[in-house]
């Protein structure tokens, strides 16, 4: 394993280093597209097509998946969790209704209606809201304004690690004037089993998937959109968690206005509306030995809107998005005594919270010359939190007596980037400062059990601002077969929110280890590499490979948790007309810095090999597209860094999807 790694570096620093052909190239905005194809590319370009959209997010170096189940993984940018980072459906903000975060905004798009995932590292993803992490972006397919009429597909799937059986149907319609998609997809998938057929128990879901959009254009240079999204799904098992998932429910609407004016400066002008609301059950009762039965229903609900202008003036290229949202976040838990006589007992573990924030973002890229440019962005925005039940914040002022019913703070953030390219090298460095504010949970949780470290958590109204000082640089190098590139950040955040032991309050939870308060580190650091090469080797043979490492600790030397340690993927993709295959192989080496202090362990390295095979039948306009792969190759039984309490990922798993289309 450790000649792989040192051949694979090798090759990568040796070629960046010697290569010295001669070019002219324009530099390009700074941000990472992981393109999932359009509606008649999808099942051409992936080896799994009808995959979770967890498994293609992570292709992106900047992604890692934190995973509770079988399902709904939730999305870390830069080894930062959600409360860190940004995650919207084209530009709008979704809030889950989880207290225990089953139900990440990824997990409401599905691969098949999907059409790219822009991931933005840092202050860089500050378009459409506060983050420090990184943010992403989910673009749906469209089919524009175009005389191609009616078109459709259908998919349908088996893996053979969790009986998961999947269905889908895509229904298009688009005239020069008007268009309208429509996508449908279901899965159902019982218990997987690790490495050596061990069933891994409360891992079974099943959900479906509902996606419309339709657009009307009434101009050459004016449309109306309006989009809607239905997901719903049901017996959802979390292994890692205490509890499972009776129903969680989503709708997500939006209406958006856009205009192409005739002009030499500006070129689009977008505006949109959008609600959407979540509603999540945790659900105990199909597992066994329950100290005592609880209800925790959580509901999220979201109106926003934004407007947007870009344009371009002699060698400038800017942006400006005002952007507003105002969310109500209300989870509640109600406990069962076994004695029926005894009362019942209620509490909220979020007090009803709203959240209004309005925020005015402006980004200006000045290009010197086809070799280099700068970009600097800046954003501002009033962020104010309400807790609207009186209730709620009296239990709260338990702990915080002069706790505020209203706390309002400004979010401010700045970065630069200078991009040069030239003799087939891009080069970029690149600063940032950035904040945010404390999450509902971080704020105004209350009791609010972690099944990780074993402790009930009380927000902390109190808090102050997270704030980020960010360095990064980059460099890349491509020619007509190799292209690779070394990218690296470093993150000082100062006011660290984590929790901390507070030894005078008794847990609520049977099992727990005690209470924690979320309070503020004076500082932490995070530090990502990543390496990435593609070589073409012959004309139908590709070699891609993908490295990352990174370093988390706190102001007291202590390792932070979810930190990667050295992982790595290596892919062979052949393609010879209709025909494709990979074989590729992915691992992590060992865990050596893992944090106890905040209830992780070590993870030992691990291997696994996967391969896939596909063949696109073409008759005049019908296509039909078949997939078959093996992932796993080896029923390796394995755990990542990334795997909550050291659930185990699936074994041997045979998988089959086909697709028509026409």
Same mark, same amino acid.
């Given at each position: 394993?450790?000649?792989?790694?040192?051949?694979?570096?090798?090759?990568?620093?040796?070629?960046?280093?010697?290569?010295?052909?001669?070019?002219?190239?324009?530099?390009?905005?700074?941000?990472?597209?992981?393109?999932?194809?359009?509606?008649?590319?999808?099942?051409?370009?992936?080896?799994?097509?009808?995959?979770?959209?967890?498994?293609?997010?992570?292709?992106?170096?900047?992604?890692?998946?934190?995973? &509770?189940? %079988?399902?709904?993984?939730?999305?870390?940018?830069?080894? =930062?969790?959600?409360? &860190?980072?940004?995650?919207? *459906?084209? %530009?709008?903000?979704?809030? $889950?209704?989880?207290?225990?975060?089953?139900?990440?905004?990824?997990?409401?798009?599905?691969?098949?209606?999907?059409?790219?995932?822009?991931?933005?590292?840092?202050?860089?993803?500050?378009?459409?809201?506060? @983050?420090?992490?990184?943010? *992403?972006?989910?673009?749906? #397919?469209?089919?524009?304004?175009?005389?191609?009429?009616?078109?459709?597909?259908?998919?349908?799937?088996?893996?053979?690690?969790?009986?998961?059986?999947?269905?889908?149907?895509?229904?298009?319609?688009?005239?020069?004037?008007?268009?309208?998609?429509?996508?449908?997809?279901?899965?159902?998938?019982?218990? !997987?089993?690790?490495?050596?057929?061990?069933?891994?128990?409360?891992?079974?879901? /099943?959900?479906?998937?509902?996606?419309?959009?339709?657009?009307?254009?009434?101009?050459?240079?004016?449309?109306?959109?309006?989009?809607?999204?239905?997901?719903?799904?049901?017996?959802?098992?979390?292994?890692?968690?205490? =509890?499972?998932?009776?129903?969680?429910?989503?709708?997500?609407?939006?209406?958006?206005?856009?205009?192409?004016?005739?002009?030499?400066?500006?070129? #689009?002008?977008? @505006?949109?509306?959008?609600?959407? @609301?979540?509603?999540?059950? =945790?659900?105990?009762?199909? /597992?066994?030995?329950?100290?005592?039965?609880?209800?925790?229903?959580?509901?999220?609900?979201?109106?926003?809107?934004?407007?947007?202008?870009? $344009?371009?003036?002699?060698?400038?290229?800017?942006?400006?998005?005002?952007?507003?949202?105002?969310?109500?976040?209300?989870?509640? =838990?109600?406990?069962?005594?076994?004695?029926?006589?005894?009362?019942?007992?209620?509490?909220?573990?979020?007090?009803?919270?709203?959240?209004?924030?309005?925020?005015?973002?402006?980004?200006? &890229?000045?290009?010197?010359?086809?070799?280099?440019?700068?970009?600097?962005?800046?954003?501002? $925005?009033?962020?104010?939190?309400?807790?609207?039940?009186?209730?709620?914040?009296?239990?709260?002022?338990?702990?915080?007596?002069?706790?505020?019913?209203?706390?309002?703070?400004?979010?401010?953030?700045?970065?630069?980037?200078?991009?040069?390219?030239?003799?087939?090298?891009?080069?970029?460095?690149?600063?940032? !400062?950035?904040?945010?504010?404390?999450?509902?949970?971080?704020?105004?949780?209350?009791?609010?059990?972690?099944?990780?470290?074993?402790?009930?958590?009380? $927000?902390?109204?109190?808090?102050?601002?997270?704030?980020?000082?960010?360095?990064?640089?980059?460099?890349?190098?491509?020619?007509?077969?190799?292209?690779?590139?070394?990218?690296?950040? !470093?993150?000082? *955040?100062?006011?660290?929110?984590?929790?901390?032991?507070?030894?005078?309050?008794?847990?609520?939870?049977?099992?727990?280890?005690?209470?924690?308060?979320?309070?503020?580190?004076?500082?932490?650091?995070?530090?990502?590499?990543?390496?990435?090469?593609?070589?073409?080797?012959?004309?139908?043979?590709?070699?891609?490979?993908?490295?990352?490492?990174?370093?988390?600790?706190?102001?007291?030397?202590?390792?932070?948790?979810?930190?990667?340690?050295?992982?790595? @993927?290596?892919?062979?993709?052949?393609?010879?007309?209709?025909?494709?295959?990979?074989?590729?192989?992915?691992?992590?080496?060992?865990?050596? &810095?893992?944090?106890?202090?905040? %209830?992780?362990?070590?993870?030992?390295?691990?291997?696994?090999?996967?391969?896939?095979?596909?063949?696109?039948?073409?008759?005049?306009?019908?296509?039909?597209?078949?997939?078959?792969?093996?992932?796993?190759?080896?029923?390796?039984?394995?755990?990542?860094?990334?795997?909550?309490?050291?659930?185990?990922?699936?074994? /041997?798993?045979?998988?089959?999807?086909?697709?028509?289309?026409?």
């Amino acid at each position: 394993m450790k000649n792989l790694f040192f051949h694979i570096a090798l090759l990568l620093s040796s070629a960046i280093l010697t290569a010295q052909e001669k070019d002219s190239l324009k530099t390009v905005p700074l941000e990472e597209v992981i393109v999932i194809g359009k509606k008649t590319e999808l099942h051409q370009k992936q080896s799994k097509p009808l995959t979770t959209i967890d498994e293609y997010l992570q292709q992106s170096n900047k992604i890692t998946m934190i995973k &509770r189940g %079988g399902y709904a993984w939730e999305p870390v940018i830069n080894n =930062m969790a959600t409360e &860190r980072t940004l995650v919207t *459906i084209e %530009g709008m903000h979704i809030f $889950g209704a989880c207290t225990d975060k089953m139900d990440p905004i990824t997990s409401y798009v599905e691969i098949s209606n999907l059409s790219e995932a822009t991931v933005t590292s840092g202050q860089q993803g500050t378009c459409h809201g506060a @983050t420090i992490g990184g943010a *992403i972006d989910l673009k749906r #397919n469209r089919s524009n304004f175009s005389e191609t009429g009616w078109n459709g597909a259908l998919h349908t799937g088996y893996e053979t690690n969790s009986n998961q059986k999947i269905i889908g149907t895509a229904v298009n319609y688009s005239k020069a004037k008007f268009y309208l998609d429509t996508d449908f997809m279901y899965r159902d998938a019982d218990n !997987y089993k690790a490495g050596n057929n061990e069933e891994v128990a409360f891992s079974q879901f /099943r959900k479906f998937n509902i996606s419309g959009t339709s657009g009307f254009q009434w101009h050459n240079n004016k449309l109306i959109e309006a989009s809607v999204i239905y997901d719903k799904a049901t017996d959802v098992g979390y292994p890692a968690l205490p =509890m499972d998932v009776s129903l969680a429910e989503a709708l997500i609407t939006s209406l958006k206005l856009e205009y192409k004016p005739v002009s030499t400066v500006l070129k #689009n002008w977008e @505006t949109k509306l959008y609600y959407n @609301t979540i509603t999540h059950r =945790m659900d105990d009762t199909k /597992r066994p030995f329950v100290p005592i039965h609880m209800d925790m229903p959580g509901w999220s609900d979201t109106f926003g809107g934004y407007s947007k202008i870009t $344009g371009s003036y002699k060698k400038h290229q800017f942006q400006a998005n005002l952007n507003s949202f105002y969310n109500q976040s209300k989870a509640e =838990m109600t406990m069962y005594p076994n004695n029926p006589n005894e009362n019942l007992m209620f509490m909220y573990t979020w007090p009803d919270v709203r959240t209004f924030y309005n925020g005015l973002f402006l980004e200006d &890229r000045y290009e010197f010359n086809c070799h280099s440019s700068l970009q600097i962005t800046a954003s501002v $925005g009033n962020h104010t939190n309400e807790v609207a039940s009186e209730f709620g914040l009296q239990s709260l002022q338990i702990f915080y007596p002069d706790a505020a019913k209203t706390n309002s703070r400004i979010l401010k953030s700045s970065a630069s980037s200078f991009a040069y390219v030239q003799n087939h090298f891009d080069y970029v460095f690149g600063l940032g !400062y950035g904040e945010r504010a404390p999450s509902v949970s971080e704020g105004y949780g209350f009791y609010l059990f972690n099944s990780f470290d074993r402790y009930d958590y009380i $927000g902390n109204p109190h808090l102050k601002n997270e704030k980020s000082l960010e360095i990064n640089a980059s460099i890349g190098y491509k020619n007509k077969k190799f292209s690779s590139k070394i990218a690296g950040s !470093y993150f000082h *955040i100062s006011d660290y929110i984590v929790g901390k032991v507070n030894p005078d309050a008794l847990p609520m939870t049977i099992g727990a280890s005690g209470i924690k308060e979320y309070t503020a580190l004076s500082y932490a650091e995070i530090f990502n590499l990543d390496v990435t090469a593609e070589y073409q080797v012959l004309n139908s043979l590709k070699w891609k490979n993908q490295l990352v490492y990174s370093l988390g600790k706190d102001n007291n030397g202590e390792n932070l948790p979810f930190m990667s340690p050295f992982r790595y @993927t290596s892919t062979l993709a052949y393609q010879n007309n209709s025909f494709t295959a990979e074989f590729s192989v992915q691992g992590n080496a060992q865990q050596d &810095r893992f944090a106890p202090k905040y %209830g992780e362990d070590n993870t030992p390295d691990y291997a696994i090999l996967n391969c896939a095979a596909g063949y696109l039948f073409r008759l005049e306009k019908t296509k039909f597209n078949t997939r078959v792969g093996m992932e796993n190759i080896l029923d390796a039984k394995y755990s990542t860094f990334a795997d909550w309490n050291n659930i185990p990922r699936r074994g /041997r798993n045979v998988f089959l999807n086909l697709t028509f289309s026409l």
